[in-house]
């Protein structure tokens, strides 16, 4: 059974950082492409950052180019996501999820179940 646990959300003032982790199991992590999604109230699931196999390819969206880094370590079946500048724009649930780009139509047992980032002054 997939598993996808994410931890390290929070409430951080506008500018500060957050490193979230995502703890896999149930499948071939290292062999597979993950990715970082995210769902911000009111709003669709937004794809944010892919990375593929053997760390290769790391991708993001527009909006977090710069400032987002996804990492993954194959030894501890874990993928990470370093948020530094954050803006209140960034304010969502983020979901770790199966595949470089997830997207809504991501099976949702393929998406962890999330963790808050509240980016507030």
């Known amino acids: 059974e997939v598993q996808l646990v994410e931890s390290g959300g929070g409430l951080v003032q506008p500018g500060g950082s957050l490193r979230l982790s995502c703890a896999a199991s149930?499948?071939?992590?290292?062999?597979?492409?993950m990715s970082w999604v995210r769902q911000a109230p009111g709003k669709e699931l937004e794809w944010v950052s892919g990375i593929k196999t053997g760390s290769r390819n790391a991708t993001y969206a527009d909006s977090v180019q710069g400032r987002f880094t996804i990492s993954r370590d194959d030894e501890e079946n874990t993928l990470y996501l370093e948020m530094n500048s954050l803006k209140t724009e960034d304010t969502a649930v983020y979901y770790c999820?199966?595949?470089?780009?997830?997207?809504?139509?991501?099976?949702?047992?393929?998406r962890g179940q999330g963790t808050q980032v509240t980016v507030s002054s």
């Open positions: 999820a199966i595949g470089w780009r997830a997207s809504s139509s991501t099976p949702r047992g393929h």
């Open positions: 149930g499948f071939l992590f290292r062999w597979t492409d």
